[in-house]
Antibody
Framework: EVQLVESGGGLVQPGGSLRLSCAAS????????MNWVRQAPGKGLEWVSY???????YYADSMKGRFTISRDNAKNSLDLQMNSLRAEDTAVYYC???????????????WGQGTMVTVSS | QSALTQPPSASGSPGQPVTISCTGT?????????VSWYQQHPGKAPKLMIY???KRPSGVPDRFSGSKSGNTASLTVSGLQAEDEADYYC??????????FGAGTKVTVL
């Protein structure tokens, strides 16, 4: 089955760190670029970060210097290291595949179920 | 990286059409033909409905269509069905592998 499964969410204090993971299966992970997208409670979607198949990375301005995206193509996994967390980082974090290799250019054609991150004291 | 502008809500009776607008700038919507639309039911992950402004992924009903004029993109559902009640988000590529989303539109089937 083609799927993405996130893990690693939880409750963390302001200023703390958390590492999210996304396990990919059912497709050739190494040929796809990947993204993290988040959604604060009751709010809209917000793009967080991108990583190419070869490891080139980009970040939304508010995450630069605090978040680090990485991938392990041998393990079919995607990570997001989040440091210096703030209350406004509270959200469901989704990993999303960019569908260029499937013909869905510059669109997110597959999403995980999301993992909740709560930043609170 | 400012959010795209969508109306907060839209509604229509079953079988009627509904159109959602998505306004950006020449740096995103107007600058690239990479606008996509996502449907999200409560508690679920988003689902790709339209990509490349007007293309439908396999399995998406043909009552969903997309278009763009200048800095504004639109999603039209030509004949609303009960299962179309959901939140809809537009997204645009903004260059350098950066993306921007709209705030979402809640579609209600009356």
């Amino acid at each position: 089955e083609v799927q993405l499964v996130e893990s690693g969410g939880g409750l963390v204090q302001p200023g703390g760190s958390l590492r999210l993971s996304c396990a990919a299966s059912g497709f050739t992970f190494s040929t796809y670029s990947m993204n993290w997208v988040r959604q604060a409670p009751g709010k809209g979607l917000e793009w967080v970060s991108y990583i190419s198949s070869s490891g080139i990375t980009y970040y939304a301005d508010s995450m630069k210097g605090r978040f680090t995206i990485s991938r392990d193509n041998a393990k079919n996994s995607l990570d997001l290291q989040m440091n210096s967390l703030r209350a406004e980082d509270t959200a469901v974090y989704y990993c999303a595949r960019r569908g260029d290799s499937s013909g869905y250019y510059r669109a997110f054609d597959m999403w995980g179920q999301g993992t909740m991150v709560t930043v609170s004291s | 990286q400012s959010a795209l502008t969508q109306p907060p809500s839209a509604s229509g009776s079953p079988g009627q059409p509904v159109t959602i607008s998505c306004t950006g700038t020449s740096s995103d919507v107007g600058g690239y033909n990479f606008v996509s639309w996502y449907q999200q039911h409560p508690g679920k992950a988003p689902k790709l409905m339209i990509y490349g402004v007007s293309k439908r992924p396999s399995g998406v009903p043909d009552r969903f269509s997309g278009s763009k004029s200048g800095n504004t993109a639109s999603l039209t559902v030509s004949g609303l069905q009960a299962e179309d009640e959901a939140d809809y988000y537009c997204s645009s590529y903004a260059g350098s592998n950066i993306y921007v989303f709209g705030a979402g539109t809640k579609v209600t089937v009356l």
